[in-house]
């Protein structure tokens, strides 16, 4: 028994809310999912055990209405059967972190979406012991069946036979010792309108399960990043894009279809010149989010000239410019002033 109370750290006396929070403590570094040492899995089972075997002992001594197992005076912790029971309020397990890849066009909406998460949960075999029962005893291998190992300059009990020289149980062949298996499960998410590259989503009580208390999970916090898209770019909360337009549109000004991650949008243009040019339209970005302004919608208009024409294009295209030439001065001031000062006799 004094063994069991040396490698969970405590002294005879203690309560059972002390011995399991020592276990908490001590599991967290040495459960086999989070600690590569060669010695993790065995030496995690032994406090596994040191924890139930001092929290058997205690229960059967308060059943009993003897003085607790090996203290030197009987002491009374105050502690009813309750507190042995019922975990501290910031007692939590681990949280988890992952990362959660969003199309731009379902971040800027939002709505539902399934993930899967794989996770680990108890050994259905070993029910998360790590171990299983053999049917006949062996001789305890890191001990080479003395009951003692050494540590530092001197011989203590073996933590993993207990002291025995054998062993009655063996690694859960399901599992391979770590009282874990890995389980995959489908989650439904509720996603904010407007999540960005950043934005982070946490949901409480979808994290590592607590090594003893089920019932308190540690929390899943997604952190966001949006797919790189063929047609949208992002500044901030700006929603940007290039959309290819009719030179002609562009001089003449007018109303324009465009995408959008929200559904196709029609903008107007006003009129101006057939040169390529930034338009803003405010608050048409993506939406706010926790108090903070919408972003801005900036496209960028290119102008596309004319390709090949037909015959009756043509004729109407001479017409109109025959009746530009008429004008030259008030249409194109810059060509009138080219022709004026290089061409001698620019009209007969």
């Known amino acids: 028994m004094r063994d069991a109370y040396k490698l969970l750290g405590l002294k005879p006396g203690v309560s059972p809310t002390d011995i399991k929070r020592a276990f908490r403590r001590l599991a967290m570094h040495w459960h086999p999912d989070r600690n590569d040492d060669p010695v993790a899995t065995e030496h995690f089972k032994a406090l596994r055990r040191a924890h139930d075997r001092l929290l058997d002992a205690l229960s059967t001594a308060a059943a009993d209405g003897a003085a607790a197992p090996e203290q030197d005076t009987a002491t009374s912790s105050g502690h009813g059967a309750a507190s042995s029971t019922a975990p501290d309020s910031d007692v939590r397990g681990a949280d988890r972190f992952m990362e959660l890849e969003l199309e731009f066009e379902e971040a800027f909406s939002g709505g539902s979406k399934q993930i899967r998460l794989s996770q680990s949960a108890p050994c259905t075999h070993c029910e998360g012991r790590g171990e299983v029962k053999l049917s006949f005893t062996r001789l305890c291998t890191p001990c080479r069946g003395t009951g003692r190992v050494r540590s530092s300059d001197r011989l203590q009990h073996c933590p993993v036979c207990a002291g025995r020289g054998y062993r009655s149980v063996e690694a859960c062949p399901s599992c391979e010792g770590s009282g874990k298996q890995s389980v995959e499960r489908w989650l439904a998410l509720s996603l904010p309108a407007g999540l960005i590259d950043g934005d982070s989503l946490r949901l409480a009580g979808e994290g590592e399960p607590h090594p003893e208390f089920v019932a308190r999970p540690g929390d899943l916090h997604l952190h966001i990043r949006l797919r790189p898209h063929a047609l949208y770019s992002r500044r901030g909360r700006d ?17 324009v279809r465009i995408p959008h991650p929200g559904g196709e949008r029609t903008v107007k243009v006003d009129a101006g010149t057939a040169s390529a040019r930034s338009v803003c339209f405010h608050g048409e970005g993506f939406p706010a989010r926790a108090g903070r302004p919408c972003g801005n919608l900036i496209i960028e208009f290119e102008p596309i000239t004319v390709g090949e024409i037909d015959a009756s294009l043509r004729e109407r295209l001479e017409a109109l410019e025959t009746e530009l030439q008429r004008k030259l001065s008030d249409y194109f001031p810059e060509l009138a002033a080219w022709e004026a000062n290089w061409l001698q006799d620019r009209r007969p």
Request: aromatic content about 0%; overall charge positive.
């Open 239 to 255: 929603l940007l894009l290039q959309r290819p337009l009719s030179a002609l549109r562009l001089l003449l000004g007018g109303e």
